[in-house]
């Protein structure tokens, strides 16, 4: 049995794509419309792999399918692994008219769509999320690439998928913890964008964190309608896309100290948003009770409440000032003007920030 | 004393730029109209650098200026050199506004370039080539990328620049084995488009030959507005631009098996254009006249004539078959219907492709 509960398109243009979210899609739901050439090269990882190749591999009836097989993990997301799906590609002789298919988390998504756009200068790809984070985050906004040893996703590419597919059944076998991490970005789009979404999760979050199959695609659904929103309004992010980034910049310095992969992107996140919502409060903007609600949410939803142990004020100081978000040297930071309305500002005074910092450092708990 | 000789728009919307040609310019133009933010990295190698790196830090006056050298060389194009560029950019903590500036050949150019492609995904970048391969070919069309060990340039990015600067005083320094490779391609473009340039060049190759800066800057100028007109029929490669790929098939076998670097991209290019001709007269295009004005006036740029030593029919056949060139499989090359009017095609016979491989293979010199 399978069930399509929603479907929406991601409009850029002549670049728009359809994102397809239901339930027992994979294998069942045809891909080839997506599929330009003959050739299809399937990148996932070794987790992934096994429990849902074979039905990846039904999707391209009738093509000739080549797969690659990745290390899993943050931590491989890095060149020598990009050049595995690289070396694969040109072994198997795949010409320009290509379409490589992402089957993974956020990571073989990242890699998967920057060879996708760096391979022969550019070929097609469709992506098939399988974690709630990259369904929620990587299946819009057409961001690909991989890390640097001195930052996160400095060398990648904007790359647009043909098609989305996303089975909730994929998430069944997901990892409490991995389950966590994705919904610390579905509360962020209820955060910056959508307060009527705030309250729902707020109803549903219990349901959310059981993996009931309805509620999680009504979350994923209205998260990446919410993303589509934002990205089409700015699609290269020179303006409002920068609020999608609320909790990033203390998320990454977390991430970036913790050593790639011991935090997982959505647990950083979290805590990132913890500590947005607090310099928010401290700035004047949203009221105490707001934050109390936001930590409180963010919580429910199995997330960290402080930074990695033995992390110190002046780590953060140093990480955040490489983070991308930073344009010639000011500290740009995304900030609550209410819950549901973020916005950007290089204006937090930093003795806030540093209050902000003091109160969520590991011996602040 | 400086001398603006000749300038032109390449045309492509809001992505359009000017090429500035002339003597003396490096260093006495200011090139700080096209740097958006403070920082630039100049990015040059071990043998352009010593020449002309102070010159060029004195056109970005009042800005920030770092440096990262490469080693000098085409078996360098590869991810560990590219990772130099983004070690300098992180460690001197370049924001997304930083603008990198590509001093030097094609090489220079083409890591430079995909860089700024993939910086950060995507920052500005200003071309400055100091060889005639490089002026007559990089200058424009936007292509960037690095080499994998199966294959030329199989991994990189449109991106395009924000400003070309060529000051012929930098082919003065040059070795005539690598002006002999830029004739090359000038000769490219008398032959796919235009009649004309190429009767131009058959009564002044000796001024080309003799470095006379005239001549040159006439010489860059037709060859840069040839491949502009072509490039903006056709930005992304899908159809016309193709007869700019004239010799490049077998020339791209030919550098691969040579092993890269061993032989100059221009080189192989001048080489294959001889095959390409003489396919043309296999074909019934063009007559053994047209085969033997086509073969001297290459001969006069000093341009080998003959496949390397040791290289074998099946060489080319295999080599050629993973060229990126083909389509699903299919061996397309660029063929002349006459002197100054290119095609594409996959319908060359068999027969007549092993008869060219035959005849320039070097035991049959």
Known sequence: MHKVLHELKVDLGDRSYPITIGQ?????????????????MIVTNNTVGPLYLEKARASFPGKTVDVVVLPDGEKYKDWQTLNLIFDALLENRHTRKTTLVALGGGVVGDMAGFAAASYQRGVPFIQIPTTLLSQVDSSVG????????????????????????IDT???????????????AEVIKYGLIRDDAFLLWLEAEMDKLVGLQPEAL?????????????????DEREGGIRAILNLGHTFGHAIETFAGYGSWLHGEAVGTGMMMAADLSVREGFI????F???????????????????????DFLNLMAVDKKNVD???RLVLLRALGDAFVTDEAKPEHLRQTLGAFLPEAG
């Open 24 to 40: 027992g899609l994979l294998g069942v739901i045809d891909l080839t419309p997506w599929v330009a050439g003959q050739q299809v």
């Open 142 to 165: 057409g961001k690909t690439g991989i890390n640097h040893p001195l930052g996160k996703n400095m060398v990648g590419a904007f790359h647009q998928p043909q098609a989305v597919l």
């Open 169 to 183: 059944d994929s998430l069944q076998t997901l990892p409490a913890r991995e389950v966590s991490a994705g919904l």
């Open 217 to 233: 695609a009504e979350a994923i659904f209205r998260s990446c309608q919410c993303k589509a929103d934002v990205v089409a309004l």
């Open 287 to 290: 009221s105490s009770a707001d």
């Open 292 to 314: 109390r609600r936001t930590a409180a949410l963010i919580k429910r939803a199995g997330l960290p409440a402080f930074a990695p142990a033995s992390m110190k004020e002046a």
């Open 329 to 331: 040297g000011q500290l």
